[in-house]
């Protein structure tokens, strides 16, 4: 019996392209199959490999501008850039705080955002490197997308309304608003939702996309405004000079005076009406305390035009008794 040849299989076609993979896989396995798709094989995955460096790339570079943009927020050169630094007041080292807390919590969203994009998009081209037919895929992503829009078009307005009330830091939990039929202290502020309690205790859940304008009554410094109703007939240089007296010496004392920020001002009659005259003083003070301030101020005020008997308007039964 003769001893059987070896069986050589025959080389594919593409063996003799030089310096092709196809060739060199020959030399190295003599196997057609990976020869014959060692061009589809080798060319497809360092495609592959492409897509997935420059995802990572893209996503790099991004989560890069979005944590530099959260560091100019925390410093405020971002409300700088937008026109809503405030110029004249001295720094507030709550607000700076609250800033930045609320500027990392915005730059997580938007990175996490960024993220699920990319990668997504980065999967869809690898599936089509694998031969998937991307068409009916994109075409039910895209009818979902358009029935999600429709149905959920609110939801989408209050994110990005949220996502920009926080990035401009139009108001912080503890703040003092009124963002229209709803006015108290801000307890909570989200992507879509907005939490406020009134003074009566009622507490209110306002959509972001609904608010339209806000009315911040403590950032960065308040304004006491201290309104004090005069009869016709008092002498106005007296109660004026009066008035800026004691509201001087008021606002040194220890309850107050760790909340005011300049000395008051006597601004002078405000109004005339039939009833009598009305004067006012004004006093710049720390965020949230205008109204202990002013308390303390017309308590103060009264107590010194009943010591020198400084007319007041009179009780309307009193006139009408008359």
């Known amino acids: 019996m003769s001893v059987a040849s070896v069986i050589v299989p025959e080389a594919p076609a593409c063996a ?36 997935v460096a420059i995802a990572l ?11 530099r943009v959260v560091e100019g927020a ?70 979902v997308g358009v029935a999600v829009g429709f149905g959920a078009q609110n939801l989408v307005k209050d994110f990005l309304s949220g996502m920009f009330m926080l990035l401009e830091d139009q108001y912080g939990v503890g703040d003092i608003v009124d963002v229209g039929e ?29 608010i339209l304008r806000v009315g911040n009554k403590s950032q960065g410094y308040a304004v006491a405004v201290v309104d004090l ?3 016709h007939q008092a002498d106005m240089t007296e109660a004026s000079d009066l008035a800026g007296r004691v509201a001087a010496e008021r606002v040194q004392q220890e309850d107050i005076s760790d909340d005011v920020l300049e000395d008051p001002e006597v601004l002078g009659i405000e109004k ?42 009179a009780p309307v039964s009193g006139r009408m008794g008359a």
Request: overall charge positive.
């Open 272 to 313: 005339v009406t039939t009833d009598g005259v009305t004067l006012r003083l004004t006093v710049k003070v720390n965020p949230g305390k205008q109204f202990g301030v002013q308390r303390a101020l017309n308590a103060a005020i009264t107590d010194a035009f009943d010591e020198v008997h400084i007319p007041r308007p």
């Open 74 to 143: 925390s410093n405020g050169k971002v409300h700088k850039l937008l026109g809503r630094a405030p110029k004249r007041l001295r720094p507030n080292a709550q607000m700076s705080a609250r800033r930045e807390q609320r500027a990392r919590t915005i730059g997580s969203v938007l990175r996490s955002i960024t993220s699920a994009v990319v990668l997504l998009v980065a999967a869809i081209m690898v599936l089509a490197e694998f031969g998937v037919n991307l068409g009916p895929i994109l075409a039910s992503a895209g009818i």
């Open 57 to 67: 790339f893209v996503r790099w570079l991004l989560h890069r501008t979005i944590t």
């Open 229 to 231: 109703p005069l009869a």
């Open 182 to 210: 709803a006015n108290g202290v801000v307890e909570a502020v989200g992507l879509r939702i907005t939490t406020l309690r009134d003074h009566q205790g009622t507490v209110w859940y306002v959509r972001n996309g609904e």
């Open 16 to 51: 003799a392209e030089a310096g092709s993979w196809c060739a060199r896989l020959w030399s190295w396995t003599h196997v057609d199959f990976l020869a014959d798709s060692a061009d589809a094989l080798i060319g497809g995955s360092l495609r592959i490999l492409l897509i």
